[in-house]
């Protein structure tokens, strides 16, 4: 069973950049893995934030963005907001079946 | 606007079954794949299942393999999640997502309902 890692937790202050990870066991992430990243506020559903590894979504603000870094896939927040506190997820794909990361608790203080 | 909702949750007892309904608006629903998302109160996501947008093909997770069947019906905008056995680890939140295509790949998360808990308890 493939497992994908995430920080459990970042802090960043208000207005700071702060880069989110996800790791493959099994090797170094590629666009092969479609990317997807979410977030997730309490209640609430998760929201499709990046498609593909790159890819914005129209409601998706422009201070996130996803990229490649270092053998991972890579949620970038520029900028941050306090209402970008929230549950972060990334999903990757294996060939016909998903797997979702354990997720990153991001507080913005 | 695109509308996903979930229905069908509740409470059931151990060994039982129970059937998710999500229905779908706002798109034209046969054009799209259709996933199943679970999610633990509390705890992270965990992907579920997925299905063709035609029905033809399906695929799930070990831990519901043998026990759950996803499946559509387009002439009536819906899909569905058929649980049977039951077990207190089932116990989640249940989301469908909507799945577009890229250059042929079906790989495009975008919009999600707003789930349906089920419970599982004696």
């Known amino acids: 069973q493939t497992v994908v890692t995430q920080e459990p937790s970042l802090t960043v202050s208000p207005g700071g950049t702060v880069t989110l990870t996800c790791a493959s066991s099994?090797?170094?992430?590629?666009?092969?893995?479609?990317s997807n990243w979410f977030q997730q506020k309490p209640g609430q559903a998760p929201r499709t934030l990046i498609y593909?590894?790159?890819n914005k979504h129209s409601w998706t603000p422009a201070r996130f963005s996803g990229s490649l870094l270092g053998g991972k896939a890579a949620l970038t927040l520029s900028g941050v907001r306090p209402e970008d506190e929230a549950d972060y997820y990334c999903?990757?794909?294996?060939?016909?079946?998903?797997?979702f990361g354990g997720g990153t608790k991001l507080t913005v203080l | 606007e695109v509308q996903l909702v979930e229905s069908g949750g509740g409470l059931v007892e151990p060994g039982g079954s129970l059937r998710l309904s999500c229905a779908a608006s706002?798109?034209?629903?046969?054009?799209?794949?259709m996933h199943w998302v679970r999610q633990v109160p509390g705890k992270g996501l965990v992907w579920v299942s997925r299905?063709?947008?035609?029905?033809?093909?399906?695929i799930y997770a070990d831990s519901v393999k043998g026990r759950f069947t996803i499946s559509r019906d387009n002439a009536k905008n819906t899909l569905y999640l058929q649980m049977n056995s039951l077990t207190a680890e089932d116990t989640a939140v249940y989301y469908c997502?909507?799945?577009?295509?890229?250059?042929?790949?079906?790989?495009?998360?975008?919009?999600w309902g707003q789930g349906t808990l089920v419970t599982v308890s004696s």
């Open positions: 099994a090797g170094a992430v590629t666009t092969d893995y479609y």
């Open positions: 706002g798109f034209t629903f046969s054009d799209y794949w």
């Open positions: 999903l990757f794909y294996y060939g016909g079946t998903w797997v």
């Open positions: 997502a909507r799945v577009g295509e890229i250059s042929g790949d079906h790989v495009k998360y975008d919009y």
């Open positions: 593909s590894t790159t």
């Open positions: 299905i063709k947008s035609d029905g033809s093909n399906t």
